[in-house]
């Protein structure tokens, strides 16, 4: 028996996820390297949920371990939208009707069948849309506790019931067999025997099998081995899996993935840029995705398909993180792309029989029609053959431009099979793909591929293409051994006749029994239709531009897809720029697909990444689209290229190409109107502006906001603009307002209030004459009785203090309201867990911070609403923190604009401007991270000349940029630095020796202190600290600009031992980490000491460490971890009745003795101890206790203390 560790990880933002190679990656690039590796661990100890175990058998290799989890743009950047469209490509559009889709997964909405979420609900006169529901482990409920499989599930079939179509699945008409594989741990637990799982599903008829788990170690083991003997059984089968979400690191995919026969699937960014920059490039592969290749070198995976910013059905045993539509949320993982890839496997399925009356086509000829109509990406590293295109595979299999032979008579050794192909279009690549359902291979085998076919393609000038050659960065005449899937692509075909041979090059196992080797396969080979672009649409001439630059008449009859049900009128007035146009190969056959965008209140924002332009009401935001460069913006009629002109809260019409999922034509027309408000009558749906009679008439949807710009800001708020808050309660008669309407019903859309804002931190506060200067100087008169709200709540001008970080709002120069924070931290996140509802943030200091968030907490990207699923690992952002400073109420996010390596040119002191080589300016705030070596410093402290690496921060309409964090390296000698602490009462004294110019202590939470040595190097220091843990200490030479540092371990405060007995030896555990005290700071030296809290001390003073996991989980929490490794060691046995009885319990002092004996002779040779002489030795420590305790006695808590300073003695020495 084999018991393996592994932890759940989910494709979803925030939900429970791997975060060993998540902290691993990011704790050090985020510490730089030089965090004691004591402080790494801790990190990591942070974040890590608890581990979870598997046992499998296994003859003679390792087995599966660590199983984990892992659409409406989807649909669209895939191409699956248009091919629902009645006509399209059949009468009936394909929608996936008649097709079962298996999926193992965590549950299943609420678990009861009648009653599921209204997206997986049966429609009247159809099929059911779930087939079964069942639990496959000891898990006997049915439900979805954490929303994986309720996602996954209506990704692939759901019908978007709960959002009139829009959030359906990519087949909408498919049904489901759903298989519960979450056990009553909470774990992912796929039957070890992988046909009980794939079996059931068979045998209803469901051919094709998503799978969005996967275990940890990139190695054709036996689960992999399994599923492939699975299908090769079972040909028409087809079964996907997610590469893992290990990226973006090569060789990171899970055991399953390492399978040959299944269709395994990567993610590419989803297109929703307003909710992240991991949600903002469908041409991009998303970070997380993991990569290949295989343990053996083979290529996977195999395809990849949209996997961020998934908006699906959200089950109900969870919270919604999508507030536009609650009956949905937003996910993202490799799970939700192979959920998208076997929703476009229904569809694929279900054209095969539509089209040429195919039943059952095999899982091989499934992935090669897939695979030949892949979109090569960019860079195609670990994305196998190409982003998932279903709408160009199935046109290209409609034209016959595509052929294909799902060859079931199969080759024997020696054997070719030949098939020619004319080429007429030099301008469309020609493709050849080969797959075939290999035997499986012996779990743990060097190489998995067992029977070896080849695939060479001959064009008519005679030049040679083997498979999968173009992978070796060019054709170099290789042939590939490893691999199942093999692809000639040729970009540039010349015309005439390519010759495609299929040669059975190596067969060693039959796939039938009692059989000779041979082997049978799936080609489909030929060209994709020629896809363009709609550039311009010339109405006088009746001709489309292409981007390409061709021009092509205006056909009588085409198609048109716009998205829905239903083909658009054909008319030139249908045709816009950015739609996808398919040129089929009967003459003047046009096919064109787009996606027209209509929304009433916009804005457009110019970001470093480009234009964006987004739904201003965030109940209505859905990520808004990107501008395609050079698009054609159309402005109440008049063309225009001035976005600066076009105000926020237009009404907009555009044209939104589907595969990229941006903006190419946008029209918007509009009215507006400045002036003061007079009223807001919401029953009459009116407006009021001062000195105008008439009122304008309000739409039902109007969206009011503030319109703030900062005339002053401390640089460190500038990237963020300003954190006032957005209540609609401060819309009030008397502020200039700018109203926004619709001509097309003269109705007022948008509303925003104009403020002017200054940001800061106060430094003092004049309540009697009611004013308050900022840090730096100025000073600001405040109204009387002005609102002041502090930490979100209302409050007084006399509770402001300095220190507060403070928004003004001001008319002329007059404050007439004041928004303050008490506690502001700036920093860099390092992983968000939806899970935990906890921040993990590296302050500008350099050091991990933790936080808790209010359920009201409001993020804001760009000065715009937004939500803390779409934070990434490295952004920038302002927390807004309560009074206690664990908890945040409020977050903005900046807009990150470049990180650039050089070197540091200049920095003024004075006004804060940095110049580096080769070129660029910015300027330093007081929250700029600056680090040199890994260390903390001051700006000044890097000189000029040394190699930096720094990220510049945008300023919202401005030129300028504010530097977010600066890294510099020096190779120079770091000087001598030694330090002691010791610690009286609350006060911690520092003193020591350097050679450098200057220490910095840094003390947590953003609190330091510089001191200068004397002449001879001498420092020292005493600071009121009782709180304090750790200092981390950095001495600088500032000629040389060599850097030095270490952390230094403070001595726990107690404030109940001054004048015990033990006071020395209390103090000194402590200052080595082997004491804990209470919350309240009190140690409790009187109170008799419990056995499990002297197990604990025991196991830190001889440093004992968990190294398995003990099956017994009798005990408590609190103490799990410490009877596991008591357990484990033997301090105690194992055959207790009632451990938590055992633990609570008082510890006499022969119990004391007796456990001080048994952990020292079984460490004996660790310390080099004697075993005969333990026993007196442990004697002698407890003989001045037996004055004042017989040996049964029970021991207070300072005498074990006394007892274990005895022993770390000894130790020592």
Request: proline share 6%.
């Amino acid at each position: 028996m084999l018991s393996n560790f592994f932890k759940v990880y989910h494709g979803t933002a925030g939900k429970k996820m791997n975060l060993f190679p998540l902290i691993q990656k990011k704790i050090r690039s985020f510490f730089f390297s030089t965090l004691p590796l004591s402080l790494l661990i801790c990190a990591v100890s942070v974040c890590l949920n608890p581990l979870l175990h598997l046992s499998e058998i296994c003859k003679t290799a390792p087995v599966q371990s660590g199983i984990s989890f892992l659409n409406d743009r989807s649909a669209a950047i895939i191409g699956a939208e248009p091919l629902a469209t009645r006509d399209f490509v059949c009468p009936e559009g394909l929608t996936g009707k008649g097709q079962i889709i298996a999926l193992a997964d965590s549950g299943l909405g609420n678990g009861q069948m009648n009653n599921p979420h209204p997206d997986l609900k049966s429609q009247t006169g159809q099929y059911p849309k779930v087939v079964m529901l069942k639990s496959y482990t000891d898990r006997k409920e049915t439900d979805d506790p954490n929303g994986h499989g309720t996602h996954m599930a209506s990704t692939a079939a759901g019908t978007g019931a709960a959002s009139n179509g829009k959030y359906r699945g990519i087949a909408p008409e498919a049904s489901i067999y759903f298989q519960c594989i979450l056990n009553s741990e909470g774990e992912a637990s796929p039957p070890l025997n992988i046909d009980r799982l794939f079996q059931p599903a068979y045998d209803a008829s469901a051919r094709i099998h998503i799978n969005g788990w996967g275990g940890k170690n990139n190695a054709y083991l036996y689960s992999a081995s399994q599923i492939d003997a699975y299908i090769r059984k079972h040909p028409d089968f087809l079964v996907i899996f997610g590469a893992g979400n290990d990226g973006p690191n090569s060789g990171t995919l899970t055991q399953q993935a390492n399978s040959k026969n299944s269709l395994v699937i990567g993610a590419s960014e989803g297109a929703r840029p307003a909710f992240g920059p991991g949600e903002d490039n469908a041409t991009q592969l998303a970070s997380f995705s993991s990569r290949g290749p295989t343990s053996d070198g083979r290529l996977k995976p195999d395809l990849v398909a949209p996997g961020s910013g998934i908006i699906s059905a959200a089950a109900p045993l969870i919270k919604s993180n999508f507030i536009t539509n609650t009956a949905y949320t937003k996910m993202q993982g490799t799970s939700m792309a192979a959920a998208v890839a076997g929703g476009a496997a229904a569809l694929l399925r279900e054209f095969f029989l539509k089209e040429f009356n195919l039943r059952y086509p095999s899982a091989a000829l499934m992935k090669a029609a897939l695979v030949n109509g892949a979109q090569p990406l960019p860079d195609n590293t670990g994305a196998g053959f190409g982003k998932l295109d279903i709408c160009n595979t199935v046109l290209a299999l409609k034209e016959k431009s595509f052929l294909f032979d799902d060859e079931q008579n199969p080759l024997r050794q020696g054997q070719v099979r030949t098939y020619d192909y004319t080429v007429t279009d030099e301008g469309e690549p020609f493709v050849a793909t080969l797959a075939w359902t290999d035997p499986e291979a012996v779990p743990g085998a060097a190489a998995a591929l067992v029977n070896d076919l080849d695939l060479t393609v001959t064009g008519p000038d005679g030049e040679v293409c083997f498979g999968n050659d173009s992978f070796n960065k060019g054709y170099k005449g290789l042939k590939d051994n490893k691999n199942n899937i093999e692809q000639v692509f040729v970009s540039a075909p010349k015309p005439g006749i390519y010759k495609i041979e299929v040669k059975a090059s190596k067969l060693t196992r039959e796939i039938k029994a009692r059989k000779a080797p041979a082997q049978d396969f799936s080609i489909v080979y030929g060209q994709p239709l020629k896809t363009d672009i709609v550039d311009q649409i010339n109405q006088k001439s009746n001709t489309i531009t292409l981007v390409s630059g061709e021009k092509i008449p205006i056909p009588a009859a085409g198609k048109i897809s716009l998205g829905g049900p239903d083909l658009t009128q054909w008319s030139p007035q249908n045709i816009y720029p950015g739609e996808n146009a398919y040129l089929g190969l009967q003459e003047n056959h046009l096919y064109l697909s787009g996606i027209i965008w209509r929304n009433k209140s916009t804005e457009p924002l110019t970001l470093s990444s480009g234009t964006l332009w987004l739904e201003m009401n965030a109940s209505k935001q859905e990520g808004g689209y990107y501008l395609h460069p050079g698009s054609i913006i159309s402005v109440n009629g008049q063309k225009t290229t001035n976005l600066n002109s076009i105000p926020g809260g237009v009404e907009v019409f555009a044209s939104v190409n589907p595969t990229s999922q941006t903006i190419w034509w946008i029209k918007t027309d509009y009215f507006t109107k400045e002036g003061i408000l007079n009223e807001i009558d919401t029953d009459k749906k009116q407006v009021y502006i001062f000195k105008q009679q008439q009122p304008y008439l309000l739409a039902d949807d109007v969206f009011f906001s503030f319109t703030d710009s900062m005339v002053k800001g401390s640089r460190e708020d500038l990237p963020f603009g300003a954190p006032a808050l957005r209540n609609l309660e401060q819309l009030a008669p008397g502020m200039s307002v700018r109203l926004i309407g619709a001509p097309s019903d003269g109705k007022v859309g948008y509303i925003a209030a104009n403020r002017s804002l200054v940001t800061g931190q106060c430094q003092y506060i004049d309540p009697v004459n009611d004013e308050l200067i900022l840090l730096g100087g100025k000073k600001y008169q405040v109204i009387d009785n002005a609102p002041v709200t502090i930490d979100n709540k209302p409050s007084n001008f006399s509770e402001l203090k300095p220190g507060y970080h403070l928004t003004l709002v001001m008319a002329d120069q007059t404050v007439i309201s004041v928004i303050a924070n008490s506690l502001v931290c700036y920093g860099k996140i390092v992983f968000y867990s939806d899970l935990e509802n906890r921040l993990y943030i590296l302050d500008y200091q350099n050091h991990l911070r933790t936080f808790n968030h209010s359920e009201q907490i409001q993020v804001f990207r760009w000065q715009q609403a937004s939500s803390l699923n779409s934070l990434l690992p490295g952004e920038y952002v302002r927390l807004a923190l309560d009074s206690t400073g664990q908890s945040v109420y409020r977050l903005d996010a900046a807009d990150t604009l470049k990180e650039e390596k050089g070197t540091l040119s200049s920095f003024n002191r004075d006004t804060g401007l940095t110049e580096f080589s080769p070129g660029d300016q910015a300027f330093i705030s007081s929250r700029t991270m600056v680090i040199k070596n890994g260390y903390p410093v001051m700006m000044n402290d890097v000189l000029p000349g040394e190699q930096v690496t720094y990220t510049l921060l945008k300023v919202p309409k401005s030129d300028d940029s504010i530097i977010s964090c600066l890294k510099a390296t020096t190779e120079n000698k770091p000087p001598r630095l030694q330090i002691s602490c010791q610690r009286e009462g609350k006060n911690i004294n520092l003193s020591g020796s350097t050679n450098g110019d200057c220490v910095y202590f840094y003390l947590g939470l953003e609190k330091s202190i510089e001191i200068l040595p004397e002449s001879d190097g001498r420092f020292s220091i005493s600071l009121s600290q009782p709180d304090v843990k750790s200092v981390q200490a950095v001495a600088v030479d500032r000629l040389s600009g060599g850097v030095a540092g270490m952390y230094i371990n403070v001595p726990e405060f107690f404030n109940d031992i001054s004048g015990n007995t033990f006071e020395k030896e209390i103090t000194s555990l402590a200052s080595k980490g082997l004491l804990t005290g209470y919350p309240d700071k009190s140690y409790k030296p009187g109170k008799n000491v419990t056995r499990g809290e002297y197990i604990a001390m025991l196991i830190r003073l001889i440093g004992l460490t968990e190294t398995e996991q003990t099956p017994d989980t009798r005990a408590s929490s609190w103490a799990k971890q410490t009877l596991n490794i008591a357990l484990q060691y033997k301090l105690i046995s194992g055959g207790l009745p009632d451990l938590d009885l055992y633990i609570s319990q008082p510890l006499s002092l022969k119990e004391a003795e007796s456990l001080l004996t048994t952990a020292l002779k079984k460490n004996k040779d660790r310390f080099n101890l004697d075993a005969q002489g333990i026993d007196s030795l442990v004697a002698g420590f407890s003989e001045s206790l037996l004055e004042k305790n017989a040996p049964q006695n029970y021991i207070t808590r300072c005498e074990a203390a006394y007892l274990i300073w005895q022993t770390a003695k000894l130790l020592k020495n």
